[in-house]
């Protein structure tokens, strides 16, 4: 076994690229950390996330800090700011996406186990506090990462990472 070479890597990708998975998108609601929001928009390019919502947001993302993580991968996902959770909400709805919370509450199911064959919009919360109470209540739906350890939860960036990841393995099957 070796490592693909660039040449390999990239028919690797034009391979990947061919596959028309369900439309996908993100919203972020009151994201504080620019470096968080960096390493959420190069995983959202990777995975061909086709917007990102960024509702009530606590940072520029045009900041340097936000670049600095992104490596340019900005430049492959739109985004738009909306003031409030309301107006994100309406935003993605409004573009024919159903809302996914992803949060750890009573209801949630395990992400595993959620159907992702029509467009989505996974809903992301604030780095500490998760989801504000309006966006949870009104989410299509609310799913969960099962963890096996003994921390409750992750950081921001790479519990949306696996959820981007969950969500395209649904259409890989």
Same mark, same amino acid.
């Given at each position: 076994m070796k490592q693909l070479s660039g040449t390999?890597?990239?028919? +690797?990708?034009?391979?990947? *690229?061919?596959?028309?998975?369900? !439309?996908?998108?993100?919203?972020?609601e009151g994201l504080g950390g620019?470096?968080? +929001?960096?390493?959420?928009? *190069?995983?959202?390019?990777?995975? !061909?996330v086709?917007?990102?919502?960024?509702?009530?947001?606590?940072?520029?993302?045009?900041?340097?800090?936000v670049g600095k993580t992104a490596l340019?991968?900005?430049?492959y996902v739109p985004w738009t700011e909306h003031e409030d959770w309301a107006a994100g909400a309406a935003a993605a709805r409004d573009k024919g996406f159903r809302l996914v919370g992803l949060e750890l509450a009573d209801q949630?199911?395990?992400?595993?186990l959620a159907e992702f064959d029509e467009p989505i919009c996974l809903v992301i919360g604030h780095e500490d506090r998760?989801?504000?109470?309006?966006?949870?209540a009104d989410c299509d739906d609310v799913v969960f990462l099962p963890q096996l350890g003994?921390?409750?939860s992750l950081n921001v960036a790479t519990a949306t990472s696996i959820a981007i990841w969950e969500a395209r393995r649904h259409s890989w099957q």
């Amino acid at each position: 076994m070796k490592q693909l070479s660039g040449t390999e890597l990239k028919r +690797l990708h034009r391979q990947w *690229r061919k596959n028309e998975p369900p !439309r996908l998108s993100i919203m972020l609601e009151g994201l504080g950390g620019p470096f968080n +929001l960096g390493a959420i928009l *190069r995983t959202a390019a990777a995975y !061909r996330v086709e917007h990102l919502f960024l509702a009530a947001m606590q940072i520029n993302p045009t900041s340097t800090n936000v670049g600095k993580t992104a490596l340019g991968a900005d430049r492959y996902v739109p985004w738009t700011e909306h003031e409030d959770w309301a107006a994100g909400a309406a935003a993605a709805r409004d573009k024919g996406f159903r809302l996914v919370g992803l949060e750890l509450a009573d209801q949630a199911v395990p992400m595993h186990l959620a159907e992702f064959d029509e467009p989505i919009c996974l809903v992301i919360g604030h780095e500490d506090r998760g989801l504000s109470k309006t966006a949870l209540a009104d989410c299509d739906d609310v799913v969960f990462l099962p963890q096996l350890g003994r921390i409750g939860s992750l950081n921001v960036a790479t519990a949306t990472s696996i959820a981007i990841w969950e969500a395209r393995r649904h259409s890989w099957q």
